[in-house]
């Protein structure tokens, strides 16, 4: 049996879908600073603009509504065409921020492991 339909999913399955993309977006970001030495801001930017939650506009609309960020970059989304452009620019700026902020705690995570095995 493979993965369930996203129609299918109930809110809490796709809130976990959601997360899951975070982290491994936030993963993919480290990865990439770490081996290819690409900034991460810009690692964090291509990663988020290439994930099915902001290709998607229905998707959109659920990582505004499942996410732990707000909107905050209104030049993202403030001179939009239209209401699926500022869907997409408000749906990207907050994952943007939902990956930057695991990236953090990944970082964090990682220097209290390192200073951990130095002691």
Not at 27 to 32: I, S, T
Not at 52 to 81: C, F, G, M
Not at 95 to 100: H, S
């Amino acid at each position: 049996m493979g993965e369930k339909a996203y129609g299918d999913m109930t809110d809490t399955e796709k809130r976990q879908s959601y997360r899951k993309s975070v982290r491994l977006n936030a993963k993919e970001a480290l990865k990439a600073k770490e081996e290819y030495d690409q900034p991460l801001s810009e690692a964090i930017w291509e990663g988020v603009d290439g994930s099915q939650w902001i290709i998607y506009t229905a998707r959109n609309l659920d990582v505004l509504r499942l996410a732990d960020s707000e909107p905050s970059a209104r030049h993202l989304w403030k001179e939009a065409d239209d209401w699926r452009d500022a869907i997409q620019g408000m749906a990207f700026d907050v994952m943007r921020r939902d990956v930057r902020e695991r990236v953090e705690e990944l970082k964090d995570k990682k220097d209290k492991e390192k200073l951990d095995k130095e002691v």
